[in-house]
């Protein structure tokens, strides 16, 4: 099991920054990737960005070059950094991680995050 806690959301204008944390415990030695997602109202959760293991991460289109996913040496924590932020980034925000061994994802309690135009 692995239990995830995330800090950081908030309300910013637009043009502004805010980063968000996400903390694993648990069976943190399973992870593989970890990642953050987000959820709009009256949309589907999509994933924002993701990072593996090894250091390879991958980036929604909507926000490449303007938010950086990074990952604790220790392999347990995952912080985004949003900057440029949009009135169109809006949503709540999720992290989430995927473990192997056995095969397994786990979600956080998901982070607001508001931007005002």
């Known amino acids: 099991q692995v239990q995830l806690v995330e800090s950081g959301g908030g309300l910013v204008q637009a043009g502004g920054s805010l980063r968000l944390s996400c903390a694993a415990s648990?069976?943190?030695?399973?992870?593989?990737?970890m990642g953050w997602y987000r959820q709009a109202p009256g949309k589907q959760r999509e994933l924002v960005a993701e990072?593996?293991?090894?250091?390879?991460?991958n980036y929604a289109v909507s926000v490449k070059d303007r938010f950086t996913i990074s990952r604790g040496n220790d392999k347990s924590t995952v912080d985004l950094q949003m900057n440029s932020l949009k009135p169109d980034d809006t949503a709540i925000y999720y992290c989430?991680?995927?473990?192997?061994?056995?095969?397994?994802?786990?979600w956080g309690q998901g982070t607001q995050v508001t931007v005002s135009s």
């Open positions: 989430n991680v995927e473990t192997r061994l056995p095969l397994n994802y786990y």
């Open positions: 648990g069976s943190i030695f399973r992870i593989n990737a």
């Open positions: 990072i593996q293991s090894g250091g390879r991460t």
